[in-house]
């Protein structure tokens, strides 16, 4: 079974504070992706990576940004966290030849105050 | 306007009853389709996947697409209190689209016993 785990089930930090949020995947997937969710907004694609060091930004990378130093890790920066960045985020991994299903993570919930 | 979109609901229905969810999109790209389950406190997991129109059946649930109309429908027959969840549509081109889904914001189903 593909596993995807993320580093936090719950998190909450400081306007300003720089977050960090960690996804692992352990099935040499090639595709990565960070959501966040909001209630009546649905999944909303901040950014996404194709490829070690590789990253695309998706529709909504203001006030975030990625690494992707390992294949099988995928993190998501705040660098300055704010509060309408609380939220839940997600992250999910893919693989082309699969048909590009994407397993997802259980999910971080973020509260900045 | 955006690409997918989705009724958010909610939508209660009692345990039995026939539950139909429904997704628009506007994209004359997208050739896969796809339905997503995601239980309180969980990441989505997929439940359907479909290629361009036709419908496909699996067990009490049916994805159906109709890309002359750019419509997507899932049907739950018999449903349980256990498929109380939100779902979620989403669809991709296909390509050198790097996976990259495009979801709707979900609709969320209560069955009630």
């Known amino acids: 079974d593909v596993k995807v785990t993320q580093s936090s089930r719950y998190l909450v930090k400081r306007t300003g504070e720089k977050v960090f949020l960690e996804c692992v995947q352990d099935?040499?997937?090639?595709?990565m992706f960070w959501y966040r969710q909001d209630p009546g907004l649905g999944l909303r694609l901040i950014y996404f990576?194709?490829?070690?060091?590789?990253?695309e930004k998706g529709d909504i990378p203001e006030g975030y940004s990625v690494s992707r130093e390992k294949k099988e890790r995928f993190s998501l920066i705040l660098e300055s966290a704010s509060t309408n960045q609380t939220s839940m985020y997600l992250c999910?991994?893919?693989?082309?030849?699969?048909?590009?299903?994407?397993?997802f993570g259980p999910g971080t919930r973020l509260t900045v105050t | 306007q955006k690409e997918v979109e989705q009724d958010p609901g909610p939508l209660s229905v009692p345990e039995g009853a026939i539950v139909s969810l429904n997704c628009t999109y506007s994209?004359?790209?997208?050739?896969?389709f796809m339905w997503y389950r995601q239980y309180s406190r969980k990441g989505p997991e997929l439940l359907m996947y479909?290629?361009?129109?036709g419908n496909k059946e699996d067990g009490r649930f049916t994805a159906q697409v109709d890309k002359s109309s750019k419509y997507i429908s899932l049907f739950i027959r018999d449903s349980q209190p256990s498929d109380s969840a939100t779902y979620l549509c989403?669809?991709?081109?296909?390509?050198?689209?790097?996976?990259?889904?495009?979801f709707g914001q979900g609709t969320i189903l209560t069955v009630h016993p």
């Open positions: 479909t290629y361009s129109s």
């Open positions: 994209n004359s790209a997208f050739q896969y």
């Open positions: 999910a991994s893919s693989l082309e030849s699969l048909g590009n299903e994407q397993y």
């Open positions: 990576s194709y490829d070690v060091k590789m990253k």
């Open positions: 099935m040499d997937h090639e595709n």
């Open positions: 989403a669809s991709f081109a296909g390509g050198t689209s790097y996976g990259k889904l495009t």
